[in-house]
DNA sequence: TTGTATGCGTTATCAT
DNA sequence: ATGATAACGCATACAA
């Protein structure tokens, strides 16, 4: 009642293994060297022991699983999901399946997802994240790449096929918004910490990961406007909808309440959004608020959010096919993909109040 | 330049791979029959190579991969995120990977996701899914129980372990709560089309992924109420956001506008509040309105969404352990959890209007 | 047109 | 304490 392998076929059909083999495959080159009768009988004997070839002798015997591996910064987000939803298609669409796993949570681990992911996948699919920021990982992101691994990464990489997308430029555009709206004191929701991190206090993340492609251009537009950066006006938190809650309640109760704030994702701007109402606070009449992102939701909230997208399933459908072709030329030079993030005014930016 | 295997680590160590295995693994059974010496060799060996056990070679000779697989009626739907995020969890403190795949737009492949999945993996966690409705489907269903393969399923079923949770109770106690409001007239917006079913015109689905949990008490609700069971009052209509926009648009434009809404999902109560919205209309004060599932954001929007929680977290961490178990002991009877579903009232609902 | 034999990288059983 | 070696299930080069 197990299994039934190659030789149960061979044997019930009365011909050797190569044979079913042949048959199974479609016969490879071209060439069709299989009599039609003995295809029947193979098919019969198929048929009724319900075979199916074994996926991991097949995997070992030609050295590929059609499996790659995606390693998300947090589950929990959304704007993750779009992405792995990009790439769950793309992937199905070449054949390929998809092994996911999830890096939050787990600093210590990173590492050891790392190789796990690359022991039994074709090819990784990175996203910026904290985990790979850990000397081990680097180490092990090393060996790979040195062993040529076929990888390519969501964010920049000096030596990875990557597919970026930051919001740099829609910073910029955000906060010519903003001012020219007369905003002056805008405040920024900055919920770049993990859970995790609270133990090993790690430095400022680098890379659009840790939110530097926000947190600079805002800056920037601050002091190009001849704005004191205050420090006051940036609270670091966490990811999840609550920080963003919190991290609004703590700036909206501020002695000099800012006008405007900058929330680094869409859940965070929800969560500031929420804040706002139940501090009696009208948006866009009394508080501007714009998000990233454009998670589906953030057009049918009421006010629409404005914010600033990136397509992400895109940029996941985009990595895909970047790996797919590295896996199939491991010797073409590196590439990258730029895919434009757009500013997006809705409804829940106005004019400062007086 | 390539993969290093087990012979390239014996040969630099002077030993044979047998050995090599012996210190990879710990040595199996207890006895430590390797000599410190000859171990540090070889671990200094398998450091200076980077060699890492081949998982696929591992997997045909242990018969095993500690991998399972997810199968996803909808990707873009946060409810089963949420149980893919508990999956993921289980899985990854119980050392198993995550074969992920979505079933959605994939009607006529729904089998062959099911042979891909089964042969690469050592067990399998399916949801309540059009895809498995097919007759194709159940064959391929009935042989991979026939053949003990590990399954779990998330939803009712007569032969295979399941973790269960619908919404019938919780349904019963919205219709309640809303007719004790005096409400008469209360709208379902019956989100259960996937966009492939158009196609082929599918017949009304069973079980509760086709919603049946919340359509039957919500007729049987109406009937105890003495109130009629008004077809105009039910849309069908696929399960995005629009798609619930667009039905609440359909049924808040009738001659007899109703006061109440249930919305199968959240995210179509979403679509319902916009185009409440945009109709003018107050929530709770001129319509109330039921979502369910209880999504993050369901406590953050204004208003707080009425709505019931079926905890898919802990579905997806329930079904994980089942599957686990299973898989230790394939003699085990069939077993069954449920994971009860609660009606959480929150600010959108309330009186009827007059 | 089909069968034989070999190897993919491991682990585990037997020797030594 | 360690080394040969036989599977695991499959695909293929080569023979027949």
Redesign the interface.
């Known amino acids: ?3 039934p392998t190659q030789i149960d076929v061979a044997r019930l059909a009365g011909v050797s293994t190569a044979t079913v083999s042949y048959v199974v495959n479609g016969l490879a080159d071209g060439r069709v060297p299989i009599s039609e009768e003995t295809r029947q009988r193979v098919l019969d004997a198929i048929e009724q022991l ?1 075979y ?6 097949q ?2 015997r030609l050295g590929h ?1 059609q ?1 790659i591996g995606l390693i998300l910064p947090d ?2 987000n ?1 704007h993750f ?1 779009q992405t ?2 990009g790439v ?1 298609q793309e992937l ?1 669409a070449a054949g390929y ?6 890096a939050d949570l ?1 600093a210590d681990h990173g590492k050891d997802i790392f ?6 996948t074709d090819g990784l699919i990175l996203m910026s994240a904290y985990v790979f920021q850990s000397e081990e990982a680097q180490k092990i992101l090393a ?1 790979l790449l ?3 691994f076929p990888i390519a990464k969501i964010g920049e990489h000096p030596a990875i096929d990557c597919v970026v997308s930051n919001y740099e430029t829609a910073t910029r555009e955000a906060m010519k918004h903003l001012l020219s709206l007369q905003h002056r004191r805008i405040g920024l929701i900055y919920g770049v910490r993990s859970p995790w991190e609270d133990r090993e206090t790690v430095d400022l993340p680098v890379g659009s990961a840790g939110g530097l492609d926000r947190l600079l251009p805002y800056q920037d537009g601050l002091r190009a406007a001849g704005l004191p950066v205050d420090p006051e006006l940036i609270v670091t938190c966490g990811t ?2 609550e920080d963003g ?1 919190q991290a609004a309640m703590q700036l909206l109760n501020l002695p000099a309440r800012p006008t405007a704030l900058l929330a680094i994702n869409d859940l965070l701007a ?2 500031a ?2 804040a706002a ?1 139940d501090l009696g606070l009208r948006i866009p009449a009394d508080l501007s608020l714009v998000g990233y992102d454009d998670i ?2 953030a057009s ?3 006010p629409r959010l404005t914010t600033s997208s990136k397509d992400m399933v895109r940029v996941g459908r985009e990595a895909v096919k970047m790996l797919l072709t590295r896996i199939q030329d491991p010797d073409r030079p590196q590439q990258k993909i730029e895919v434009q993030a757009r500013f997006i005014v809705r409804e829940s930016t106005g004019p400062a109040p007086f």
Not at 52 to 57: S, V
Not at 97 to 102: D, N, R
């Open positions: 009642m197990k299994r319900g199916e070839p074994d996926a991991r002798a995997a070992l699983s499996t589950i929990h959304p999901w792995a939803d769950e199905r399946h998809l092994l996911l796993s999830s787990d190789k796990e992911m690359s022991r039994r060996q040195k062993r040529r999840s909808i809650y929800i969560g959004l929420r109402t589906p939701l049918y909230l009421t």
